[in-house]
């Protein structure tokens, strides 16, 4: 038996998930936070008014509609650990840490620093604390180009990993492109509108203070001008555009608007029986179904948690650190965090996973949170 049940819509939806619509009849959902309020909508210390849209990857049934097999499971794994980037973005996100390695120009040159060990400067004639560090670091360009290397072989399967996903979401581009150009005709056009949010102008600013509006916004949302929307400014997964003066993030449009312009996806309907009970739909089971209904299955996790997870594990991962308390060797250290995560948290989480935890926490830190010493 196959239960259908009837989904908030929301009133505005991303570029994205218009695309997405139109290429594979995946709905914008009602995306709500713990108050109510759709996020796309929902400030942020960062971005005052404006959500995060974040690309997550395609489903199974959206490979399977276009004739494309794939191992799905390894898929999401691998999408979810490395957030749609290439091996070699792979790398670099992984080695990051090293370019804080490098000696100043200047042994005496006060460096800014992220960390707890740094020192105060409260000479600032305007009344502000400046934290920094006056340090030589002590690795050698060899050293740092030694290391590199060493990580690029250690991670060399994860990288391949990553190439892999991203090599599966490109059998897509052809999809997605044909549907993107689509909108993209009618948002030039100016048929359907648009807006995006926008960080205020330097005199926008000065007008309070070098503080913006009253409120504290850092920003607002606007309505885009048709003129100013051009192919290569555009990006449709990361729902901005850029413009010559100014850079539109979570750029949106009216839901019901879009729907009036692509009532119907670019895809062939299937004919299909179905019963309603009160809230619930099912499907019909007396053959009547001509083809067999793709399973549609949302990303793995639920996104709320699995943020509070990387939040909590990272965390840790830093505290750990400056205690000296990781231990040296990359496997124990990778089963020590699953071990947190699982204990603590009571989230399962993979090898994979728990390694980008402890990238990003190297990230963070600027240097390999195996190596207390080199801190």
């Not at 959902?29 to 109510?36: A, K, S, T, V, Y």
């Not at 049934?61 to 999401?76: A, K, P, T, V, W």
């Not at 990993?161 to 100016?190: C, H, M, P």
């Not at 990303?299 to 205690?323: D, Q």
């Amino acid at each position: 038996m196959r239960i259908f049940k009837e989904i908030l819509l929301s009133d505005v939806c991303y570029i994205q998930e218009a695309v997405l619509w139109l290429a594979f009849g995946r709905p914008p959902r009602f995306l709500g936070n713990e108050d109510g309020e759709d996020i796309r909508r929902y400030g942020d210390a960062e971005r005052d008014g404006a959500g995060e849209p974040v690309f997550h990857g395609y489903w199974p049934s959206e490979f399977l509609m276009h004739g494309i097999e794939i191992d799905f499971d390894r898929y999401s794994e691998a999408r979810e650990i490395y957030e749609g980037m290439t091996g070699a973005e792979y790398l670099a996100h992984t080695t990051r840490w090293l370019d804080a390695k490098r000696h100043p120009a200047n042994e005496d040159d006060e460096i800014p620093y992220d960390d707890d060990d740094g020192t105060f400067d409260d000479s600032d004639p305007f009344g502000g604390s400046v934290r920094t560090k006056t340090t030589t670091r002590e690795w050698s360009e060899d050293k740092i180009s030694a290391m590199r290397r060493e990580l690029h072989i250690q991670y060399a399967d994860e990288a391949g990993e990553a190439d892999w996903a991203v090599e599966q979401e490109q059998k897509l581009d052809n999809v997605v492109d044909t549907s993107w150009a689509r909108l993209f005709v009618e948002l030039s056009r100016g048929t359907i509108k648009a807006e995006g949010w926008r960080a205020f102008t330097s005199d926008e600013m000065a007008l309070n203070d070098g503080q913006g509006p009253a409120d504290g916004a850092k920003g607002m949302f606007e309505l885009i001008p048709a003129t100013a929307w051009t192919m290569s400014g555009a990006g449709w997964s990361a729902d901005s555009l850029a413009t010559l003066d100014r850079v539109y993030h979570s750029v949106q449009i009216d839901t019901a608007e879009m729907f009036r312009l692509f009532p119907n996806p670019d895809l062939d309907a299937t004919p299909m029986r179905m019963n309603r009970f009160g809230g619930a739909i099912i499907l019909a089971e007396d053959g009547t179904v001509e083809h067999d209904l793709p399973t549609v299955a949302a990303r793995r996790g639920r996104p709320a948690k699995t943020t509070e997870v990387k939040v909590a594990v990272t965390n840790w991962l830093i505290s750990m650190h400056k205690k000296g308390g990781t231990p040296d060797k990359k496997e124990a250290l990778v089963q020590e965090t699953i071990d947190f995560a699982k204990d603590i948290l009571g989230a399962d989480i993979s090898r994979g996973i728990a390694q980008k935890y402890i990238t990003d926490a190297q990230v963070r830190l600027g240097v390999d949170v195996r190596l207390p010493s080199a801190a």
